[in-house]
């Protein structure tokens, strides 16, 4: 793209063959002549001899003479130029709206606008950072002088962005931080004995975790950790030995799941390891820990505490196992009033379920620790809810979704991280293989050979109804197909988000429980019950899935003694899908995934839908992650100072992070 200056010295209109009008001018100076063609022929008029324009287009040699065709065109004026000459802003345009029209209407607004936006970030910020001003950065950002100038203008948005992000999870994490809990010894007495009753040893991971946990625990501040873990990694291991600290220490522990079918799991699996492990109930020993730690000017408050809490100091010590309860809404009347009564008066150690764990009707004795299975699918308010249930209960946040550490510090950063970045030895690596959809005979033997074996299989697509538009087989035509033209012999399930959760749970243990040999779902089941027999996976569609999705999907195979595998299917050979494919065969490893398609997808896409209370970033590029750090440091120095924004210099960042986190949350 080249841009030359001249003054026209001749203009001649001509048809072409369509009969359509067009111009032809030529511009010089006393360095030559140029020839540019317009296929406009009303330009004629505005193109008029000796008047000097400037042209910015693709210069080509045609007869020996230089020329361009369409180029861009604008009076030279010796103040500024518009459209030529300089980097030109890009806009979307409705129907009718020219790109000349709205660049010359946008830089009017800019021009009268920008200087009349209020400073937000206080000046000793500005300058701790090296940011533009907010004037010159809007104005720069829509017109800029140079690269440079630009590039400085979207550090500057970008930071704004960030540092609302920051101050909103920085502040909420201080906030819940910033009042008195319960500190927990740790009894290794306890943690020795449930360590006992494992068929395996620990990994390092799972070891470093229990003791960035474990410290956190022994604070008098609530702790509120996120435990990130592949699949398979040993997740709930970690969070039973936390949630065994909490009942060692005279307190209650809470485990939510995001559905009644993995409460009932997680039930299932705790009870049977920590039954088995003796606890300590006399709470004397506890209280006198927490008046050990706490400031002695709290004495006072922490009697009326415990008091309020229902603990007295002459409990008995039976040494008994951890009692654990299941609470989940299908219930019957009859036993969950049992298990609400255990909850209030101390005889349930830990209770397992679902959202119904934070309900009204659900009181606890004494809650100490709280553990969130799959977070992302629980919101900010109802982990608060819950939260509240307790005085200040610890908090442990747990997700089977590698996330990267940029969108870490976004969406989660209120939370401290612990990662499980290993697996147990003897896991078995799923095979996977990408084929095309004239393959899939050969991956119907594949599953009929494993199915004769005594295994099971699931086929996953992407729709649950037929669609006019996308031609992909539907979940409900699949699970006809497969049943009558090729299983007839076979029994085949279909599980899929428009049944209701109690049918959801039915299909689900009916297919752990061998009464079918396929499953055809959707991403329902992308987290999900344990099935160990399963050990093929046929996702259909797989070009429209995230590559955090398909790994998610690929995890609930190989979960048993046997070879498992992926099969990928997709005719879709764009370079995106190539590589995200290919990705998926050639790495297990779920972080170098989740970094993968945070770059081809995007935040937005992270989760396969609009993650809740993502914040929309316009400007800031969660790559940058020089600019999301210097963005947190600003907010934890900020708010060190003022930790509710309450100070008269920052009166209008305070609207601005109100604002920005309002419309996010409002999104979700």
Same mark, same amino acid.
């Given at each position: 793209?080249?841009?030359?200056?001249?003054?026209?010295?001749?203009?001649?209109?001509?048809?072409?063959?369509?009969?359509?009008?067009?111009?032809?001018?030529?511009? !010089?100076?006393?360095?030559?002549?140029?020839k540019a063609v317009f296929w406009?022929?009303?330009?004629?008029?505005?193109?008029?001899?000796?008047?000097?324009?400037?042209?910015?287009?693709?210069?080509?040699?045609?007869?020996?003479?230089?020329?361009?065709? &369409?180029?861009?065109?604008?009076?030279?004026?010796?103040?500024?130029?518009?459209?030529?000459?300089?980097?030109?802003?890009?806009?979307?345009?409705?129907?009718?709206?020219?790109?000349?029209?709205?660049?010359r209407v946008i830089k009017t607004?800019?021009?009268?606008?920008?200087?009349?936006?209020?400073?937000? @970030?206080?000046?000793?910020?500005?300058?701790?950072?090296?940011?533009?001003?907010?004037?010159?950065?809007? /104005?720069?950002?829509?017109?800029?002088?140079?690269?440079?100038?630009?590039?400085?203008?979207?550090?500057?948005?970008?930071?704004?962005?960030?540092?609302?992000?920051?101050?909103?999870?920085?502040?909420?994490?201080?906030?819940?931080?910033?009042?008195?809990?319960?500190?927990?010894?740790?009894?290794?007495?306890?943690?020795?004995?449930?360590?006992?009753?494992?068929?395996?040893?620990?990994?390092?991971?799972?070891?470093?975790?229990?003791?960035?946990?474990?410290?956190?625990?022994?604070?008098?501040?609530?702790?509120?950790?996120?435990?990130?873990?592949?699949?398979?990694?040993?997740?709930?291991?970690?969070?039973?030995?936390?949630?065994?600290?909490?009942?060692?220490?005279?307190?209650?522990?809470?485990?939510?799941?995001?559905?009644?079918?993995?409460?009932?799991?997680?039930?299932?699996?705790?009870?049977?390891?920590?039954?088995?492990?003796?606890?300590?109930?006399?709470?004397?020993?506890?209280?006198?820990?927490?008046?050990?730690?706490?400031?002695?000017?709290? /004495?006072?408050?922490?009697?009326?505490?415990?008091?309020?809490?229902?603990?007295?100091?002459?409990?008995?010590?039976?040494?008994?196992?951890?009692?654990?309860?299941?609470?989940?809404?299908?219930?019957?009347?009859?036993?969950?009033?049992?298990?609400?009564?255990?909850?209030?008066?101390?005889?349930?150690?830990?209770?397992?379920?679902?959202?119904?764990?934070?309900?009204?009707?659900?009181?606890?004795?004494?809650?100490?620790?709280?553990?969130?299975?799959?977070?992302?699918?629980?919101?900010?308010?109802?982990?608060?809810?819950?939260?509240?249930?307790?005085?200040?209960?610890?908090?442990?946040?747990?997700?089977?979704?590698?996330?990267?550490?940029?969108?870490?510090?976004?969406?989660?950063?209120?939370?401290?991280?612990?990662?499980?970045?290993?697996?147990?030895?003897?896991?078995?690596?799923?095979?996977?293989?990408?084929?095309?959809? !004239?393959?899939?005979?050969?991956?119907?033997?594949?599953?009929?050979?494993?199915?004769?074996?005594?295994?099971?299989?699931?086929?996953?697509?992407?729709?649950?109804?037929?669609?006019?538009?996308?031609?992909?087989?539907?979940?409900?035509?699949?699970?006809?197909?497969?049943?009558?033209?090729?299983?007839?012999?076979?029994?085949?399930? @279909?599980?899929?988000?428009?049944?209701?959760?109690?049918?959801?749970?039915?299909?689900?243990?009916?297919?752990?429980?061998?009464?079918?040999?396929?499953?055809?779902?959707?991403?329902?089941?992308?987290?999900?019950?344990?099935?160990?027999?399963?050990?093929?996976?046929?996702?259909?569609?797989?070009?429209?899935?995230?590559?955090?999705?398909?790994?998610?999907?690929?995890?609930?195979?190989?979960?048993?003694?046997?070879?498992?595998?992926?099969? @990928?299917?997709?005719?879709?050979?764009?370079?995106?899908?190539?590589?995200?494919?290919?990705?998926?065969?050639?790495?297990?490893?779920?972080?170098?995934?989740?970094?993968?398609?945070?770059?081809?997808? &995007?935040?937005?896409?992270?989760?396969?839908?609009?993650?809740?209370?993502?914040?929309?970033?316009?400007?800031?590029?969660?790559?940058d992650t020089r600019l999301l750090?210097?963005?947190?440091?600003?907010?934890?120095?900020?708010? /060190?100072?003022?930790?509710? @924004?309450?100070?008269?210099?920052?009166?209008?960042?305070?609207?601005?992070?109100?604002?920005?986190?309002?419309? /996010?949350?409002?999104?979700?």
């Open positions: 793209m080249e841009t030359v200056v001249g003054e026209v010295t001749d203009v001649r209109t001509f048809s072409m063959r369509n009969g359509r009008g067009s111009v032809e001018v030529r511009i !010089g100076d006393e360095s030559g002549t140029l406009r022929a009303w330009l004629a008029k505005q193109l008029s001899v000796g008047r000097k324009i400037v042209l910015s287009g693709k210069v080509t040699s045609y007869q020996g003479l230089r020329q361009m065709s &369409g180029p861009d065109w604008e009076p030279y004026a010796s103040d500024e130029l518009l459209h030529t000459g300089r980097l030109v802003p890009v806009h979307p345009l409705t129907k009718g709206l020219h790109d000349r029209n709205a660049r607004v800019v021009d009268m606008a920008a200087g009349l936006l209020p400073e937000y @970030l206080p000046t000793a910020v500005r300058e701790r950072a090296n940011l533009l001003g907010l004037t010159q950065a809007v /104005a720069q950002m829509h017109f800029p002088d140079n690269k440079e100038q630009l590039e400085r203008a979207r550090t500057r948005l970008g930071f704004d962005e960030f540092l609302f992000i920051q101050l909103g999870v920085v502040q909420r994490k201080m906030l819940w931080q910033g009042e008195l809990g319960f500190s927990f010894a740790l009894n290794e007495t306890v943690h020795n004995d449930m360590l006992a009753q494992l068929p395996f040893a620990l990994t390092g991971a799972q070891g470093r975790a229990l003791g960035e946990i474990f410290a956190d625990l022994a604070r008098p501040t609530p702790m509120a950790r996120l435990l990130q873990g592949d699949v398979g990694s040993g997740k709930t291991v970690v969070a039973a030995a936390a949630l065994l600290q909490a009942v060692a220490n005279g307190f209650q522990g809470a485990l939510m799941a995001p559905t009644e079918i993995l409460a009932e799991q997680h039930y299932k699996g705790l009870k049977r390891l920590l039954s088995k492990v003796k606890v300590p109930r006399k709470s004397a020993e506890t209280s006198e820990s927490w008046r050990d730690t706490l400031a002695a000017e709290e /004495a006072a408050r922490l009697a009326e505490i415990t008091r309020i809490l229902g603990m007295s100091d002459d409990d008995d010590m039976d040494g008994a196992g951890v009692r654990v309860a299941l609470l989940t809404g299908s219930l019957g009347a009859k036993e969950r009033r049992r298990v609400l009564e255990g909850i209030a008066n101390g005889e349930v150690d830990l209770v397992i379920g679902t959202h119904a764990l934070f309900t009204e009707s659900v009181v606890y004795q004494s809650l100490g620790l709280v553990c969130i299975d799959e977070q992302h699918r629980f919101g900010v308010e109802q982990r608060k809810r819950l939260k509240q249930k307790g005085f200040n209960p610890h908090m442990l946040v747990m997700t089977a979704t590698p996330i990267p550490r940029s969108l870490t510090l976004t969406i989660f950063g209120d939370l401290d991280v612990s990662i499980l970045d290993e697996l147990p030895p003897g896991r078995q690596v799923i095979r996977t293989k990408w084929i095309t959809r !004239g393959e899939r005979d050969k991956s119907y033997r594949h599953v009929r050979k494993e199915i004769e074996k005594g295994r099971q299989a699931f086929v996953i697509c992407p729709l649950v109804e037929e669609s006019e538009k996308i031609d992909l087989p539907s979940a409900e035509e699949m699970q006809i197909y497969l049943q009558t033209e090729i299983f007839p012999d076979l029994k085949v399930g @279909l599980i899929h988000g428009k049944l209701l959760p109690r049918d959801k749970d039915e299909v689900m243990l009916a297919f752990r429980d061998r009464q079918f040999d396929i499953l055809v779902a959707t991403a329902v089941i992308e987290v999900g019950i344990d099935v160990p027999n399963a050990t093929t996976i046929l996702i259909e569609g797989a070009e429209r899935f995230g590559l955090a999705q398909l790994h998610q999907f690929r995890g609930r195979v190989g979960r048993g003694e046997h070879q498992s595998f992926c099969i @990928l299917v997709s005719d879709k050979e764009n370079e995106q899908t190539k590589q995200r494919l290919e990705a998926m065969e050639q790495t297990t490893d779920g972080f170098k995934l989740a970094e993968l398609d945070l770059q081809l997808r &995007g935040p937005g896409e992270f989760f396969g839908k609009r993650q809740s209370g993502t914040p929309d970033l316009k400007v800031a590029r969660l790559a750090h210097a963005a947190r440091r600003e907010a934890e120095q900020i708010l /060190a100072h003022d930790a509710h @924004l309450e100070q008269s210099e920052h009166t209008l960042l305070r609207e601005k992070v109100r604002a920005f986190w309002d419309k /996010a949350e409002g999104a979700s």
